[in-house]
Structure formats: structure tokens, C-alpha cells
């Protein structure tokens, strides 16, 4: 059972990146999965490589576009990736600490990222790229 399911209502109005960010539901969902089935623990090594991997391509990609169409709130938004970067790799470090009920914890922080990043700072720049004739 999904935890979060994406909806066209989320789109971005980029393909590229509407795939992308489904990938993040998809990465929450398999934490939120694991954990029912009493594997929080055992999944959360994979959530957490993937974050990795998300960040350095979604993000990669879509500071380019940014950046390319010069969007007017670039430093913003260069700083929320830079906190969410640094956000995976904290949670890096305490997975390999051991650190217990991490899995909550992170969950929580995805939910978190998907409601405010995505939903909303993300959406910010949909009109702005549409005129650019970005899709």
C-alpha cells in the first residue's frame, strides 16, 4: 500500500522531471513498504542510496535548466538542494552509526521534502519555464 501516490495536480509541467520526482515517491513508498513489513532497517540502506543518486541526477538536471533560462529564483533554490544534499548525507552517516528508528525518521523527512519542495517551491517555476517553452 502506497504511502504517497503522485497525481498530475503535482506535475511541474516538465516530463523529465515529473518522472524524476515520481522516482522520490517511489523511493518513500518502498521505505514506507519495508517498514509494514517489519524491514525498515533492512531498506533503509537502498532509500538512502537512492537519495544519493536522485540528488545527483534530478537536482543536476534541473539546476542546468534553471540556470540556462536564468530563473529568477535560482539562489533559493540552489540553497534548498544544498540543504536536502546535506540532509541525505547526515542520514548517511547515521545509518552507517546504527542509529535506531531511523527509518521513521527519514520517512518523515521525505514526506516533508515531497509537501513543501515539490509541491510548492518546485511548482514556482512552472509558469516561469513554460514560457521559456520548456516541457
Do not use: C
Amino acid at each position: 500500500m502506497a504511502l504517497v501516490t503522485w497525481t498530475p495536480k503535482m506535475s511541474v509541467g516538465i516530463a523529465k522531471f515529473d518522472k524524476q520526482h515520481q522516482g522520490l515517491f517511489d523511493i518513500m513508498n518502498q521505505l514506507h513498504e519495508g517498514m509494514l513489513q517489519g524491514r525498515g532497517k533492512e531498506v533503509l540502506g537502498s532509500a538512502i542510496t537512492n537519495l544519493a543518486q536522485y540528488t545527483k541526477v534530478h537536482f543536476g538536471e534541473e539546476e542546468a535548466i534553471l540556470r540556462l533560462h536564468h530563473y529568477p529564483r535560482l539562489d533559493e533554490h540552489l540553497k534548498l538542494h544544498e540543504t536536502f544534499r546535506h540532509k541525505v548525507a547526515d542520514l548517511d552517516a547515521q545509518f552507517r552509526a546504527g542509529t535506531a528508528a531511523m527509518a521513521v525518521s527519514t520517512l518523515d523527512f521525505l514526506r516533508d521534502w515531497l509537501s513543501k519542495h515539490i509541491l510548492v517551491v518546485d511548482a514556482q517555476y512552472k509558469e516561469f519555464l513554460a514560457s521559456k517553452g520548456v516541457q
